[in-house]
Structure formats: C-alpha cells, structure tokens
C-alpha cells in the first residue's frame, strides 16, 4: 500500500477510516453504533479528505463505503438537526460538500450496503457510480421531520430516475431496495454482498485503463452539460476534446492503439 504525501494518515480522522491502495482511495464511513449517522465532524473530515486529493495525480479513483453492514449512512444526525436555524440552512454545509464530490476529478463510487437514508442516498447520488447489494435500501423520509432533501435530493433523484418517481419517493418516504433501484435508474449495478469488492475491482481495473485527462473532462462535459441547451453543451464537449487534443496522453493513446499494445499514460 502506498500513503500519498497528500492525504493524512487514517489516524487523523475519526469518524473516518481512509487508507490509499496505488491509485485508488477508499474512504470508509466508521461510526457504526450510529448507523453511519452524517454529523458535523463526519462531513468536515469528508470535505478534508476531499480537499487534499483533488490535486493529487496519483489518486484516481475514490471509493466511499462503511462499516457495520447494516447502513451505508442513515442521514444527518437528528441531534445536531434539531438545534439548526433557518440561517444555517444557508450555508452551503451538506449540499456544498455533496457538489464538491461530484465535481470532483477523480472517478467515485459508492459501495451501499444497508440503509442510504436522506443525506446517505444523497452522498450515494453525488458519486458517479452507485454499486448496491441486495441489503441495500434507499430513501428520502426527510418530510417525516417536517423538511425537505436539502443535499441536493429534489434535484439529482429527479435527473436519474425522472420527475414522477423522484417525486413519489419524496412525498411518500418510501424505501426501495438495491434491486428496484437499480431497475430504475438510481444504482449502477447491482450485485450480490459477496462479490461486491471483486465487482469493485473490476470496474476499477476497467477506470484505470483510460486516459487520466480525458476522464476528468468526460466528468465535466457531462455534468455541466446536462442542464445546458443541447448547442452549448455541445461546445463544452467541443472544447474539451480540444483539450484533450492537445494532450500527450492522446498521441500515446491512439499509437498504443495502432501498435496493438496497452498504453501507458501520464497525465499529460
């Protein structure tokens, strides 16, 4: 295993468990006897996990999980909900973190087992892949406390699965398990508990194969050209594969091609 200079070691956290295997980061969410409950301290050590890998070249790809089996993170901590204001609500907090995750240059996945309630279906939304098994079961039950998803949920649920369903799970909390999910849209693949981090390696090894640069701006292309006119985000993917153009990255992809040989790129 390799330590990148740029991510503390795991002891600095402590509801997290963060360890870097070459290329690959997995970022545990380790508070069990709470369900894997999203606290202040749990998403201020997210956002400095964040933080620090954003520029390091080394890291690829970052994997989100957590212990206990029995949730993947069961939402906000209600103690600390309770005593929040309406300003606070202002700020960017959970929401501002979940938009760093997404934009996020490196690729995420997000392997659910158990419950992803409320602030944990919507953490399991801003990564690029969603991976859940059969334990898993997903929900919005916010409006039971009398608020709404706040972390981005009446936004990205409703641009996965489309605006009816996003709207029958908000307004009635229902749960769906990782089967039904991934039916409609809102898991990536859906897989058995004992085959999970075999299925997570794979995907990995299949990330690690493509071009560093053009991953990143594929990310870009599609996350800020979703909500664009069709004309102008078309001139984003245009000017990102200008970028990408330009790069040595693409003349060593395209000659590793032609001379039948696995490339070896180098973020360049």
Known sequence: MIMSENVQAPSKYENLAVKQDDSVLYVTLNRP???NALDGKTLRELDQVFTAVEMDEEIRVIVIQSTGGKSFAAGADIKQLHERTALEALIPGMQGLYSKIENC???TIAAITGYALGGGCELAMACDIRMATKSAKFGLPELNLGIIPG???TQRLAR???KGRALDMIITGKLIDGEE???IGLVTYFVEKESLQEEIEKVISNILKKGPVALQLAKLAVHKGYDLDMGTA???EKLSQAVVFGTEDKK???LAFLEKRNANF???
């Open 105 to 107: 240059p490196k690729v």
């Open 234 to 236: 078309l001139w984003l």
């Open 151 to 153: 972390a981005g949920g």
């Open 252 to 254: 060593e992809g395209t």
């Open 160 to 162: 996965m699965v489309g």
């Open 266 to 268: 180098i973020h360049k």
């Open 181 to 183: 999910a991934e039916r």
């Open 33 to 35: 006897d709470t369900r």
